[in-house]
């Protein structure tokens, strides 16, 4: 009997939503990055302020990203009536179920096998910096989640003779969904890419092909472009600035040499060792049985990665797109090196060290914390320390276990694992001391210098920034305000001195849980008029 014709495609998507849900179990465990702090403050200002078409943050204009991610995390707040972190990053793991779910369909397409689609959509999710790039930069998996719904489709779409009204729609909005979400990036990381692969692994009907899609992904650039154009005409000047402060970064911040990405395959994470391999096109490509296909996933890896690299600007997160393919060209050889365990030498050494690499993951968790940490272990840790020596009784032969068994272990304890790595997390700062309860509708809070993005977040509402004229202003008014300085405030600063007010020093305030990053301390002061 066939296991994978039996298998529901329902089911597949429900066990896929359920083990991203699975990820966020401890992710609460996760401190606030600077740029989930500028994301979700912006979402948390749409919501108390209404400035749904003009996000703001900290009160000023914030047109870096373009709003739809912002819109969706504000309304998953809105809808879970609450305002904790949790629930502003849930959106980034529901795209991230998106991309194990249109791997799924998408390998369907290239393999018609329901359990290899499931395998490669395991491979997805469970990327390193797939995963990551939801905590280090929420929005991006937004962009990438969309834009690989919308080449699923134009994937069927250039191998069907007939067009499809729905599925050339579904083009349309997701594309244009990518656009709101990041402008041209997963265009430039994604689409193109797949392009060319697709148009040099399946050279038939190459003008005929152009001339179907290239107008609907036109369209799609061009409705997603929309808030860019109603910008220009309600707000251009600050467009144009930060337009043109984003696009000087690309050639004047974080410049990297062109090779910097050649080591992309680290970032898949426990699937690096067999990624490595996967690349050894040449020497695989005869024993591949979907030859094409296999030719297709690396080309659009590969070809990802060079156009990434001739951009002067680099950054390990901008190298996740290329993991969409990478898991997909993966999946061929992981599937080859199974089938040839037990006949192929070489395919048994890159397993036995693929899976050594997984045990000692698994049973990694138990030891830190009894031995190093001195932490509590959980249940999750006692599961893996069961799980992880299972794989160790298939590598020294024991036969009751088959190699099918021992997939589906180790891929329980790489799931498990990514669900519990947040609890290895230290809090060793002891000076630790959050700025949330000085927030008070009582007493004005103002700042005099460009007041990190966490702190924000903390303090729960935005703090506006002064400089000396408006500071002038305000106390005119001869009413008690609070103040956050970066540094305390001494008779050396003589414009505030000379204010007619008694300030005092009230609190430290350091928000480093685990480092000591200066940016994230700040000292309160009260200003009472004399």
């Given at each position: 009997?066939?296991?994978?014709k039996?298998?529901s495609?329902s ?6 939503v ?12 996760v401190d ?10 912006t ?7 209404n ?6 943050f900290?009160?000023?204009?914030r047109?870096q990203?373009?709003p739809?991610p912002?819109?969706?995390s504000a309304?998953?707040?809105?809808i879970?009536?609450?305002?904790t972190?949790?629930?502003?990053r ?12 249109t ?7 290239l393999l ?6 499931i395998?490669?959509?395991f ?20 962009s990438h989640?969309f834009?690989?719904?919308a080449?699923?489709f134009i ?13 050339i ?11 709101l ?7 430039y990381?994604l689409?193109?890419?797949?392009l ?23 369209a ?5 472009s929309s ?13 144009i ?13 974080n410049?990297r040499?062109f ?6 395959f680290?970032?898949?994470?426990v699937?690096a ?45 901008y190298?996740m ?7 997909l ?7 080859y090196?199974?089938s ?12 036995f ?6 045990c000692?993951?698994?049973l990694?968790?138990i030891?830190?914390?009894l ?6 272990i ?5 599961i ?7 794989i160790?009784?298939?590598l ?9 068994k021992?997939?589906?272990i180790?891929?329980l304890?790489?799931?498990?694992s990514?669900?519990?790595s ?15 309860n000085l927030?008070?509708?009582?007493l004005?809070?103002?700042?005099n210098?460009?007041?990190s993005?966490?702190i924000?977040w ?7 920034r002064?400089n000396?004229?408006e ?12 103040m956050?300085t970066k540094?305390p405030?001494t008779?050396k600063?003589?414009l ?13 305030h ?5 480092s000591?990053k200066?940016r994230?301390i700040t000292?309160?002061?009260l200003?009472?008029?004399n």
């Amino acid at each position: 009997m066939d296991i994978s014709k039996n298998i529901s495609n329902s089911f597949v998507i429900f066990i896929i939503v359920i083990v991203c849900l699975i990820f966020t179990v401890n992710i609460n465990l996760v401190d606030i990055t600077i740029m989930e702090a500028r994301n979700f403050v912006t979402a948390r200002e749409m919501l108390l302020e209404n400035n749904w078409l003009m996000p703001t943050f900290n009160g000023e204009p914030r047109y870096q990203k373009p709003p739809l991610p912002t819109w969706i995390s504000a309304i998953s707040t809105l809808i879970a009536g609450t305002k904790t972190l949790y629930f502003f990053r849930i959106p980034g793991f529901v795209c991230l179920a998106l991309i194990g779910i249109t791997t799924y369909y998408f390998s369907l397409e290239l393999l018609k096998n329901k359990i290899y689609s499931i395998v490669n959509s395991f491979i997805a999710i469970t990327s390193f910096y797939t995963i990551a790039i939801i905590i280090e930069a929420p929005w991006d998996i937004f962009s990438h989640s969309f834009m690989y719904l919308a080449i699923y489709f134009i994937y069927k779409n250039l191998n069907n003779q007939k067009y499809y009204f729905k599925e050339i729609l579904l083009i349309i909005l997701f594309i244009a969904c990518s656009f709101l979400s990041k402008g041209p990036v997963s265009v430039y990381a994604l689409l193109i890419p797949f392009l060319i692969s697709y148009f040099i692994s399946y050279p038939i009907s190459i003008g005929k092909k152009l001339a179907r899609i290239l107008p609907i992904i036109i369209a799609g650039i061009l409705i997603g472009s929309s808030w860019y154009i109603m910008l220009l005409f309600q707000d251009s000047e600050n467009l144009i600035s930060t337009t043109r402060k984003e696009t000087l970064n690309w050639t004047n911040y974080n410049i990297r040499p062109f090779y910097y990405y050649w080591s992309f395959f680290i970032q898949s994470g426990v699937w690096a060792i067999i990624g490595l391999i996967s690349l050894s096109y040449p020497y695989y490509k005869h024993k591949i049985k979907s030859y094409k296909e296999y030719k297709f996933t690396f080309l659009w890896t590969v070809i990802g990665v060079i156009l990434l690299s001739l951009i002067p600007e680099k950054k390990p997160r901008y190298l996740m797109p290329v993991l969409i393919p990478f898991a997909l060209n993966i999946g061929f050889i992981y599937r080859y090196l199974i089938s040839e365990y037990n006949k192929n030498k070489s395919a048994k050494i890159f397993l036995f060290v693929h899976y050594l690499l997984i045990c000692s993951i698994g049973l990694s968790f138990i030891i830190v914390k009894l031995y190093i940490f001195n932490l509590s272990i959980n249940f999750i840790d006692i599961i893996l320390s069961i799980l992880s020596p299972l794989i160790l009784l298939k590598l020294i032969n024991i036969k009751f276990l088959t190699i099918k068994k021992i997939n589906i272990i180790s891929l329980l304890i790489i799931i498990l694992s990514i669900s519990n790595s947040p609890t290895l997390i230290l809090k060793t700062n002891k000076d630790y001391k959050s700025v949330k309860n000085l927030n008070s509708d009582e007493l004005e809070f103002y700042t005099n210098y460009l007041i990190s993005p966490e702190i924000i977040w903390d303090f729960g509402k935005k703090i506006t920034r002064l400089n000396d004229l408006e500071l002038r202003k305000i106390t005119q008014n001869r009413k008690k305000f609070g103040m956050l300085t970066k540094d305390p405030i001494t008779t050396k600063d003589t414009l505030i001195n000379k204010l007619n007010y008694t300030i005092e020093l009230i609190s430290k305030h350091d928000l480093n849980s685990t480092s000591k990053k200066s940016r994230l301390i700040t000292y309160y002061h009260l200003f009472t008029p004399n």
